[in-house]
């Protein structure tokens, strides 16, 4: 079956610090996709970041990296120089066809 | 501009009273996808649309029907709505099935 699961319901980091979710994954499939969304107090849903499972290569846009242990089925989220504007919601999601998300974790940002 | 139109946004509705949330998507992206929000739950997929014409459960489709007759339009219908079917439920569309998706900003639907 196919599962993610984020471990942390929730998680503190101090303004400019580094803070790393984790999301950890079980699928059956050989070829598929991870992905990071955000949702802040506003509700929308926003892509953080992506990546395919056959890249070796960790993706990476502006603060946000990723950690991608395909072996161990691991795919946490970095944030770095950590930002008001980050608090949020942060969703794990594994899919192809079928789409499965992870219960999230909410980030707070101490100033 | 860009984007995934949901309606309503909000609805308070009694059981039983058959209803339909609407979604369209303009920036002809072939897979969309309905998906409910639930404190503590995440988000969990209902349908999802690959094409037109081809449509596929998620994974708590019970109480939920969908159609795809254009490619723009994926609207949700609930039959016989029921208490537990109040919840906060977002369409989505993707370029193709594995492409990052943009997402409605949501319906919130009260059933009593």
């Known amino acids: 079956a196919q599962t993610v699961t984020q471990s942390q319901p929730e998680m503190s980091v101090q303004e400019a610090e580094t803070v790393t979710l984790s999301c950890t994954y079980d699928?059956?499939?050989?070829?598929?996709?991870l992905f990071w969304y955000k949702q802040p107090p506003s509700r929308q849903m926003i892509l953080v970041i992506r990546?395919?499972?056959?890249?070796?290569q960790n993706a990476t846009e502006n603060r946000f990296s990723v950690n991608f242990q395909k072996a161990a089925k691991s795919f946490s989220l970095k944030i770095s120089d950590s930002q008001l504007g980050d608090a949020a919601m942060y969703f794990c999601?594994?899919?192809?066809?079928?789409?499965?998300f992870g219960k999230g974790t909410r980030l707070h940002i101490l100033p | 501009e860009a984007q995934v139109t949901q309606n309503p946004r909000y609805l308070i509705t009694v059981t039983g009273k058959k209803l339909t949330v609407t979604c369209s998507q303009n920036?002809?992206?072939?897979?969309m996808s309905w998906y409910r929000q639930d404190p503590g739950l995440g988000l969990r997929q209902i349908y999802y649309?690959?094409?037109?014409?081809?449509?596929d459960k998620g994974d708590v489709p019970e109480g939920y029907k969908v159609s795809r007759k254009e490619k723009r339009n994926f609207p949700l219908i609930l039959e016989s709505p029921s208490p537990n079917q109040t919840s906060l439920y977002f369409c989505?569309?993707?370029?193709?099935?594995?492409?990052?998706?943009?997402f409605g900003d949501g319906t919130r639907l009260s059933i009593l």
């Open positions: 989505a569309s993707s370029l193709f099935r594995n492409q990052p998706q943009h």
């Open positions: 699928t059956s499939e050989s070829d598929y996709y």
């Open positions: 990546q395919e499972a056959y890249k070796q």
């Open positions: 999601a594994n899919g192809q066809d079928k789409i499965i």
């Open positions: 920036m002809n992206h072939e897979y």
């Open positions: 649309s690959m094409n037109v014409e081809v449509t």
